[in-house]
């Protein structure tokens, strides 16, 4: 996964970037966050893979079918915010069923850690959710031995979007996750990013005839 991008070098970019800073009065200010409101407060709620998750490093892709965190609602006040983002606590999600494009392989994943996901109300509602420094590791046997960490030496934001439902929906798509990537022949070594994909349907556990919400 995975879910770091090198920088980029400006060359004479840069030097005309100066240029144009020396005849602009100022930098447009940056847009402030609007007010985010998670719904029901306090309850609890279940984040159920639907589908199929995929993490690609280098020319490795793994699949798997089962993936489930859990996580609760702040309590309000908590769950509002009227500058910004809510965030919650999820356990580390697992996941399991798992194959490896490389044949002859086979994938675990293990997690750990304090995992959350932030949620901003807007069009479209956005969701981060946070891995904890080394908080995915996936390893695989057979006929190439490879170690994959997510967020080696920092914690990584993961990307995506949320769509209020009857189940709502968090998706993944093509995020990049920072990883380092240890093992022998046939382990993508050279790899510092991952490409996360991932639907999640997320249902209210404390009250199954209510729906998670987020909105202003």
């Known amino acids: 996964m995975s879910r770091t991008r090198t920088a980029l070098a400006l060359g004479t970019a840069a030097a005309g970037a100066i ?22 407060a306090g309850h609890a709620f279940q984040a159920t893979l639907s589908g199929k998750a995929t993490l690609k490093a280098g020319s490795v892709t793994v699949t798997c079918t089962v993936s489930v965190a859990t996580g609760t609602v702040p309590a309000a006040p908590g769950n509002s915010n009227p500058a910004g983002p809510v965030s919650s606590p999820i356990s580390p999600p697992t996941y399991s069923s798992c194959t490896s494009s490389m044949p002859g392989v086979t994938p675990t ?50 990307g995506g979007t949320w769509v209020n439902g009857a189940p709502s929906s968090l998706t993944f798509t093509n995020a990049s996750v920072p990883v380092k990537v240890t093992g022998g022949f046939g382990c993508p070594t050279s790899a510092t990013a991952s490409v996360f994909n991932a639907v999640y349907k997320v249902a209210d556990t404390t009250d199954p005839a209510q729906q998670i919400t987020v909105g202003p």
Not at 19 to 40: C, D, F, H, I, R
Not at 116 to 127: L, N
């Open 109 to 158: 994943v293990t997690t750990s850690g304090a995992w959350a996901v932030t949620m901003q109300d807007g069009s479209p509602i956005t969701a981060t959710m946070t891995v904890p420094v080394g908080g995915l590791v996936l390893k695989t046997t057979g006929l190439a031995s490879c170690t994959v960490t997510a967020a080696p030496t920092a914690a990584a934001s993961v």
């Open 19 to 40: 240029a144009l800073a020396s005849v602009t009065a100022s930098a447009a200010p940056l847009p402030v966050a609007g007010s985010t409101t998670v719904t029901p």
